[in-house]
């Protein structure tokens, strides 16, 4: 319907030689051509959807969104700003060719284990993809990270700073002061417990109670 109308307009304007609507020709052939290639886009996911994609892009989202936000925090210290951002841009980096190739080397043994029957192929082939990809997030991601982050910092020449190191260290138990504690005690106990002396140095005439 759009496609007719916009050639009912370029008949018109060839008619009458008004070129005021060659602009809005151009615009809407613009917002068409933006219009097709993200119909085709959608489709073309809709129909191919594998987990890989979706994992891909959210660590490629949070890889460029987490350090901008840290290094838009203006209250952190910007050492330990710069060691953070670069060290979650690292572990983005290192995660989106770990999704894919673990999505991927799934699918392909689901479509070996299944390949007499191309239906119950392609549905193993996602759910695979799945595992691979639930795999790469809880072992393989946070393996590389562990051996490759340490080394590429050094070499970077970025280290941890020492309020980031110190986060990690539990703090020292305070040591209570024993020998005032004593001191306190035993003066207590002697301002309680009196002295034999004050019951012997009485006269001993007279109505003793208590054998005293």
Known sequence: MLKKFLRNIIT????????IYLSVLYGLGKAMAIADLIKRTCKSLGENNKPTYVVMAIAAVKGICRPAFTMMDKTENPETKKYTALREGLTEAI?????WGCGELAGKLA?????NDKALANRAEKNL???GVCTAALFVIPALCSIAIKPIM???GLKAPDGHKDKNIPPAPAQANTTAILKQSVSF???IYPKMSTFTSRPQTGLRVGGL
């Open 12 to 19: 018109y304007v060839n008619k009458t030689g008004k070129k």
């Open 95 to 99: 995660a989106i060719p770990a999704y």
């Open 111 to 115: 479509k070996k284990a299944f390949n």
């Open 129 to 131: 993809m799945f595992i």
């Open 154 to 156: 050094h070499k970077i």
């Open 189 to 191: 106990n002697n301002s």
